[in-house]
């Protein structure tokens, strides 16, 4: 009885229709491509999480940390609206990665009001390990992939992307 129990739950495992952890009914979540983004943003987060843990850098900072890399001395409004936070909870943020040594604060040239955001020696060495470890998940993510399949599965999720931040017609 045990054995025929462990092939059923074999085959179902083999059945995308199915959850492989769990064991329990996708039904219609299986063809779901929201649901299919969102156990795949899910599985990046921990993997990357998991890459990153040698590194005292949370995966949620780490976007932030590049477009600083790529913009440095844009004031943290700027940084908020580009990782899509908003400017109350990216303080904190701040707080904790200029605390590390990650980054600094430097009144801007344009607005004196404002910070000018910019890493330090310490944040340009995590970026560019952060950034070595990205290229390698990716190349793991996208194995078996073509050239011309990598294409175009980033170009499709360029345009799900443009579809989902267009403002609806009235």
């Excluded at 199915?18 to 987060?45: C, E, F, K, P």
């Excluded at 040594?101 to 004196?112: H, Q, V, Y």
């Amino acid at each position: 009885m045990r054995a025929t129990r462990k092939r059923a739950r074999r085959a179902a495992i083999d059945d995308d229709s199915v959850d492989r952890r769990s064991g329990l009914d996708l039904g219609y979540l299986s063809d779901s491509i929201a649901y299919q983004v969102r156990r795949a943003h899910l599985a990046v987060l921990r993997d990357f999480g998991r890459r990153l843990s040698k590194l005292d850098i949370a995966p949620r900072h780490i976007g932030l940390l590049v477009f600083v890399d790529l913009n440095p001395g844009a004031v943290q409004g700027r940084i908020a609206e580009a990782i899509e936070l908003d400017r109350s909870t990216i303080v904190p943020i701040l707080d904790s990665l200029e605390k590390a040594g990650f980054l600094e604060r430097r009144a801007s040239k344009d607005d004196a009001r404002s910070n000018g955001l910019w890493l330090t020696r310490k944040g340009v060495r995590a970026v560019a390990k952060v950034s070595a470890l990205g290229r390698a998940r990716d190349e793991e993510m996208l194995n078996g992939f073509s050239l011309t399949e990598r294409r175009t599965f980033l170009e499709m999720t360029k345009r799900l992307i443009a579809n989902l931040e267009q403002k609806p017609t009235p």
